[in-house]
């Protein structure tokens, strides 16, 4: 049974950090894209970042790349997201997900997390 399982949301304060896991079971997705992704109250779910699990490539939404990081242990088979400076309009359920296609669109994606709330008090 495959298995995305994020972790490492809370509440933290106007210009805090978080690091978000999302650690990976049940198969091996060498040749998909690893994806994050966040929802707020009454919008579409976005896309934030990826990283092709294979090759380490790396792409970020424009308006999150100065201040998010992508990475991946594949020893761990766990994907991270570092959130650093974060704003109250980072406040958002955040999802990883797999895929076959490297896309940003979030109905490309097979495989999803539970997600992990994330707030960022003012």
């Known amino acids: 049974q495959v298995q995305l399982v994020e972790s490492g949301g809370g509440l933290v304060q106007d210009g805090g950090s978080l690091r978000l896991s999302c650690a990976v079971s049940g198969r091996t997705f060498t040749n998909y894209a690893m994806g994050w992704f966040r929802q707020a109250p009454g919008k579409e779910r976005e896309f934030v970042a990826r990283?092709?699990?294979?090759?380490?490539?790396?792409y970020y939404a424009d308006s999150l790349k100065d201040r998010f990081t992508i990475s991946r242990d594949n020893a761990k088979n766990t994907l991270y997201l570092q959130m650093n400076s974060l704003k109250p309009d980072d406040t958002a359920v955040y999802y990883c997900?797999?895929?076959?296609?490297?896309?940003?669109?979030?109905?490309?994606?097979?495989?999803w997390g539970q997600g992990t709330q994330v707030t960022v008090s003012s």
């Open positions: 997900a797999a895929g076959r296609l490297i896309t940003t669109d979030p109905l490309t994606y097979d495989y």
């Open positions: 990283i092709t699990w294979i090759t380490g490539i790396l």
